[in-house]
């Protein structure tokens, strides 16, 4: 899920025992309350989502733009490096790149949504 808000592509969360596997793994933050995207609590809510396009829809899209607001801030593909050049080999702070901002940003290219 964090891969995909990255990369900027549509993500469908798929929660049929979202509250027994809250209850029972426990959770970091609550997915439904924010999600990357459009969430399904069945299979006909499932596939209606896929049927209907709704997964990548307007609203859909600015659900993955919050998730990658606060997701996703620090992952432009260097933070480990940033990482390794401040902490183990003792960089100063101004010889570390800094963090590309979203806007910023070109995920790697998609194929086109398919829809039929």
């Known amino acids: 899920m964090f891969d995909y808000a990255n990369l900027d592509r549509p993500i469908v ?48 899209t ?5 998730f990658r607001r606060r997701f996703c801030q620090f992952d432009d593909g260097r933070a480990a490096e940033r990482v390794v050049r401040r902490v183990l080999l003792g960089e100063p702070p101004e010889s570390i790149p800094p963090v590309i ?8 290219p998609a194929h086109a949504l398919v829809r039929s």
């Open 13 to 60: 969360v798929y929660a049929d025992d979202w509250e027994v596997y809250r209850e029972t793994r426990g959770v970091y933050f609550d997915l439904m309350e924010a999600p990357p995207g459009r969430v399904a609590r069945t299979p006909e809510e499932l596939a209606a989502v896929f049927r209907d396009g709704s997964y990548a829809n307007a609203s859909a």
């Open 101 to 108: 901002p979203l806007a910023e940003r070109i995920p790697a």
């Open 62 to 66: 600015a659900r993955r733009a919050a």
